[in-house]
């Protein structure tokens, strides 16, 4: 049995589809005390701020969500709502799937790509609510032939969707990358000077990464994915119509979880660990989770955009400014294994912001520094 997949009790595989209750195994006792708001139109300074990249001031409006919350809804971006309501099909037909079509494609340990829990879940020791398929453009395709050896029309209508999501959004992923240096202040030359030197826009990789969060029967003691940053520059999530993710608000009034409503057509972006770091801090990466419910599964898509793993962010000189960089230059691999220290050493603390964060462990002021530049090792 390959090590990373949901286990019940003894040991074997869980179907979450079926279960009748909430195993120890899956409980995650003292994860739902804290107060969830909805963050939808209407709730004041927790409503999910929006941005719609057709407005002539969605710079201003990027600015202000990226430093106030890390996160929010995304509109008029070009990707057809008609494309996006064919993923969710596409995807909702594979998770159906009976369980051992889906295990061929199942990853093993140490494996970064295919069908199981996502990478934190070898950092706890509780499962999640969840189960997920981690993808590259490069890899779609042997991926799926796992899951359909016969490269049926199954196989060649699921890959002609994701084929043509992907390019959408490598499109809106390079628009927005833009949108976030204007709205850093930068000038029409300094954004050409930074990609000139550092060429973020065009090295940017993408992961995709799919998940499924089935009905549960105890939406209390699960969690469908336990609370995180993203690793790399920025997210887009596509979600089904039913909400579920949660964007972590400290107080004051008081410590928060901000549903994101569910909004047709609508993508989420969140900044990732390496944004922050890139914008010196000015852009903050968002801590967020996945709760599940018991009337509706719910089906997502991340997909991540990463500077290539083995290239050494730092806080852009441009942004930086005459100030000094909060942060040391770091690749997206050598992050990884601060989040990996983080978890191991802070656990739960994380979540009520007590614990020290990997971007906490980065921060120049309890470190040395190590250079303000983004360049190839
Ligand atoms: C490129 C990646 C980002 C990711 C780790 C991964 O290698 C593939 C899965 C991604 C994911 C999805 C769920 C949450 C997350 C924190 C995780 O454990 O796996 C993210 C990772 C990330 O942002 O670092
Ligand atoms: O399911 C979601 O809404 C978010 C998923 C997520 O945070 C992730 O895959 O990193
Ligand atoms: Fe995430």
Redesign the pocket.
């Known amino acids: 049995m390959p090590s990373q997949l949901n286990k019940d009790p003894h040991n074997r595989y869980f179907d979450l589809g079926a279960a009748r209750e909430v195993p120890d195994t899956h409980a995650w006792d003292g994860q739902h005390e804290l107060p969830v708001v909805d963050g939808g139109v209407g709730a004041g300074d927790d409503a999910v701020p929006v941005v719609d990249m057709r407005d002539p001031r969605a710079a201003e409006a990027v600015a202000r969500a990226s430093e106030q919350w890390g996160a929010f809804l995304l509109e008029g971006h070009g990707v057809p709502t008609e494309l996006l309501a064919r993923v969710e099909a596409g995807i909702a037909g594979m998770f159906a799937l009976p369980t051992p079509e889906k295990m061929r494609a199942a990853r093993h340990d140490g494996d970064?790509y295919g069908y199981g829990p996502?990478?934190?879940?070898s950092y706890v020791s509780k499962n999640m609510w969840s189960e997920?398929y981690?993808l590259t453009p490069a890899n779609l395709h042997a991926e799926f032939r796992k899951i359909w050896p016969d490269a049926g029309q199954h196989y060649r209508h699921f890959s002609g969707v994701m084929e043509e999501f992907l390019k959408e959004m490598r499109s809106l992923a390079n628009r927005l990358m833009e949108l976030f240096l204007v709205a850093l202040g930068l000038t029409a030359e300094q954004i050409a000077g930074v990609e000139a030197e550092h060429n973020l826009t065009e090295s940017m990789t993408e992961?995709m990464?799919l998940n499924w969060y089935p009905k549960c029967p105890d939406p209390t003691r699960a969690l469908g994915?336990k609370g995180?940053?993203?690793?790399?520059f920025f997210?887009f999530v596509m979600q089904s119509q039913v909400p579920g993710l949660h964007l972590f608000r400290h107080g004051p009034p008081a410590d928060r979880w901000v549903e994101v409503p569910a909004v047709p057509g609508a993508l989420i972006v969140n900044i990732?660990d390496l944004f922050q770091i890139l914008t010196n801090g000015r852009f903050r990466s968002v801590y967020h989770r996945v709760v599940v419910n018991r009337e509706r599964e719910r089906i997502s898509v991340?997909y991540?955009l990463?500077p290539p793993a083995d290239v050494k962010v730092a806080p852009l000189k441009e942004v930086v400014g005459g100030g000094k960089p909060v942060y040391r230059a770091l690749t997206w691999s050598e992050s990884?294994v601060v989040?990996k220290e983080a978890f191991a050493n802070h656990g739960a603390d994380l979540e009520f912001g007590k614990g020290r964060t990997a971007l906490d462990m980065l921060s120049i002021s309890s470190d040395e520094d190590d250079g303000a530049e983004h360049h190839r090792d």
Request: charged letters at 10%; glycine letters at 14%; aromatic letters at 4%.
């Open positions: 970064l996502p990478l934190i879940a997920g981690t992961t990464h994915l995180h940053t993203d690793s790399g997210t990732g991340a991540f990463i990884i989040r």
